[in-house]
């Protein structure tokens, strides 16, 4: 099994843009797919972006258009750009791995949970 670590995260204005990481603790060659999770206080822990190994990429509807996900297999990361950022971004963001989107979508993740990182997003 992978270990994952997020960073990255912090306060920002509405409007600004971070980019968090997710490093595993090995190579992710063999991972189909990683995502990234994010859960605000009182609220459920959903899937937010996703890629594949082959590039394919998921997003809520949420972020759309304001978020985008990549992975570096070379340094066993993944990334999360956020940009134009709302305060209803404000959660722990978390990293996980699956079998495929679908699943991910569902919550099921093949990786133990991080500590994650906290995006706080004031107005």
């Known amino acids: 099994q992978v270990q994952l670590v997020e960073s990255g995260g912090g306060l920002v204005q509405a409007g600004g843009s971070l980019r968090v990481s997710c490093v595993a603790s090995g190579s992710i060659l063999s991972i189909n797919t990683m995502g990234w999770y994010r859960q605000a206080p009182g609220k459920q822990r959903d899937l937010v972006a996703g890629?594949?190994?082959?590039?394919?990429?998921y997003f809520a509807d949420s972020v759309k258009g304001r978020f985008t996900i990549s992975r570096d297999n070379a340094k066993n990361t993944m990334y999360l750009q956020m940009n134009s950022l709302k305060p209803g971004d404000t959660a722990v963001y978390y990293c996980?791995?699956?079998?495929?989107?679908?699943?991910?979508?569902?919550?099921?993740?093949?990786?133990?949970w991080g500590q994650g990182t906290q995006v706080t997003v004031s107005s």
């Open positions: 996980n791995t699956g079998l495929n989107l679908t699943g991910m979508r569902l919550g099921y993740t093949t990786s133990p």
């Open positions: 890629i594949t190994s082959g590039g394919y990429t």
